[in-house]
């Protein structure tokens, strides 16, 4: 199939940009990397009359590295291979490096994939985890950040206004003596995963666990953060419970049964995945706090 015809607009800038989705409001779609957008013209369970294309919008594509910020047309490569950005948040490498193909990661955008809001893609979840953000603007009135945590309001639904543009995304440095670790299951390498797990611990100064938690993707409609605390708390970081930790998560995730995996297969994947990541991020942690003291 094709798309259904649509207007197609170029703004010259994020004003111009702004002002065009002001004017055609809900009929109007933002064009960025396109990788989930495309697919949905050319079936046609996308038909917007008005596609606005800001590729062309230099200053959204920035990365900065005080909190990781990326700009709205900043590729998932770019952040991927981005060593600032490693640095001050490695489980976003960590977690883009598993999102779909190389040829896909060159074209999509990490703000296109947080608006688009799948509940199985990865981005969402880490920025659920890290308690990030998405800043967003439309003419006339003043920028305005959501919260992670307010942002994914259910599948493929986000809190993003008709006439508002997201500019970035914010995903904070972790707190001093924390690792985190990502991990999923696929079908075939680059499908969307069954199930996948970001855990981040923070270790004290004794390499005891501190806090813990985690946020689990296609186990529910929207990324499902998860407070591990409870059960590796005060736990040394090489010999914690990951068991507890695992059997907390599955505990707190409501999967339905699909064409892909049983509701029971994914709440059982949820509390593997959980344990494993949770162990890598003790682990990270460790070696990191290990690093900075020697």
């Given at each position: 199939m094709k798309p259904a015809a649509f207007e197609y607009h170029r703004p010259a800038t994020v004003a111009e940009a702004l002002a065009v989705l002001a004017e055609v409001g809900h009929d109007g779609k933002v064009l960025a990397g396109g990788q989930s957008l495309v697919p949905l013209l050319n079936m046609r369970l996308a038909a917007p009359r008005h596609l606005v294309d800001v590729n062309w919008l230099a200053e959204l594509d920035e990365v900065a590295h005080d909190a990781v910020r990326v700009g709205?047309?900043?590729?998932?490569?770019?952040?991927?291979?981005d060593?600032?950005?490693?640095?001050?948040?490695?489980?976003?490498?960590?977690a883009i490096e598993d999102i779909a193909h190389t040829t896909v990661r060159n074209r999509g955008t990490v703000v296109g994939s947080l608006v688009h809001a799948d509940p199985a893609a990865e981005l969402p979840a880490v920025l659920v985890l890290?308690?990030?953000s998405v800043e967003l603007a439309s003419a006339g009135n003043g920028p305005r950040r959501v919260a992670a945590a307010d942002f994914f309001v259910g599948p493929l639904e986000s809190a993003l206004r008709p006439g508002e543009l997201a500019t970035a995304a914010v995903f904070p440095r972790p707190p001093a003596g924390s690792g985190g670790a990502w991990v999923e299951l696929a079908r075939r390498h680059g499908d969307y995963a069954v199930c996948g797990a970001g855990v981040l611990v923070r270790l004290d100064q004794g390499l005891r666990v501190a806090s813990a938690r985690a946020?689990?993707?296609s186990v529910g409609p929207v990324p499902v953060p998860v407070d591990l605390t409870d059960a590796l708390g005060g736990q040394p970081h090489d010999a914690a419970d990951w068991a507890a930790a695992g059997r907390l998560a599955a505990a707190a995730v409501d999967p339905d049964d699909d064409i892909h995996a049983?509701?029971?297969?994914?709440?059982?994947?949820?509390?593997?995945?959980?344990?494993?990541?949770?162990r890598s991020a003790a682990a990270a942690a460790a070696a990191a706090k290990l690093e900075a003291s020697a």
């Open positions: 709205a047309i900043a590729r998932h490569a770019r952040v991927e291979h060593p600032g950005a490693a640095e001050a948040v490695p489980l976003l490498r960590q890290l308690g990030g946020a689990l993707i049983t509701a029971a297969y994914r709440r059982h994947l949820a509390g593997v995945l959980t344990a494993r990541a949770a």
